[in-house]
């Protein structure tokens, strides 16, 4: 069977920038290891690619969020372990016996569950998120009795934001320590790396921070851009002064214009918000009208050596385009959709 062409979108993704981002998180976590969550296939980027640079430069923990993702992943590289964050359900139990990754346990049945297996796991405490995890109460309680815990671990709500959250919750989570068998303590994410060296413990769980987001004001100018979405111009085509662009007719040239259609659209993650917002090539090509499903028109009067077939860079620096969008950093990398071919270099 004939292969299929290549993709008119694709993303341009940097190795060079991922692990230079994970270097400078393990800097700032101290004494404490670094590890990577690769959830959401790497947060969008490509779960088996990403593990692959970040354990050839150094990181031994990954993270991801259920036994599907752990299963996709296949056998890590030696030396590396992994830890399903959603824990263990019934119908997990037979793939999970098979793999050799660790559940993190969240709850009484959970722990249930996981002690018929009787091999090495992780445990969530929930100290103030009110998502997953067990109770302060439960783990003091003696609820993890005879559990071979490698990582009791922790999350915060708020590390983003100056809250007396997040004093609160490092405060509960210190009063764990030597209350369990647990070898290593973790709270920390991306954003709570930077809140200092109290919130490393023994393990930090970077992600956003790893894949090009500034999840606080410490990391600005520290962590690189890694993707990078270009679209292939389909056509491109001239217009006089009062035709219009698009569904709905929201652009109306005001002077004659040269427009290019690009292969992008809101089924690639480039949403309805970039309408009239979002620009290519370093904000010298604008948006014009609105984003479609599959297509975008871009003005390209400034630049007329710009033909059909060619590729334009599409400006998706993450803080920038939260701000320009109002999507968070995450809602950005990981609705990038599958038809882009992913390009490493």
Known sequence: MIAPPPSPNRLRLSSEALVSNWRWLVRQSGSAACGAAVKADGYGLGAVEVVARLAAAGCRDFFVATWGEAWALGALPEGCSLSVLHGIRPEDMELAAQ???????????????WRS???????MVDTGINRLGLSVADVTGGALDGLQIDTLMSHLASADEETDQNMIQLAAFQSLRGRTTAKRMSLANSAGICLGADFAFDLTRPGLALYGGIPRAEAKGAIQQVAFPEAQIIQRRALNPDDKVGYNATFTADRSMD???LNLGYADGYLRC?????????????????????LIAVDISSAPELEEGE???VDYDL????S???????ELLTGLGARY???WA
């Open 117 to 123: 297996i009787g091999r090495p796991c992780d445990v």
């Open 99 to 113: 793999l050799p990754y660790r559940p993190v346990l969240n709850t009484i049945r959970q722990v249930a569950l």
């Open 341 to 343: 071919d992913r390009i």
């Open 324 to 330: 320009l969008s109002g999507l968070s950093q995450y």
């Open 274 to 294: 970039f309408s009239g917002k979002g620009s290519a090539s370093g904000g010298q090509l604008p948006v014009i009208g609105r984003v479609s499903m599959d």
């Open 319 to 322: 803080p920038q385009t939260s």
């Open 259 to 261: 427009v290019a259609i």
């Open 311 to 313: 590729w334009i860079g």
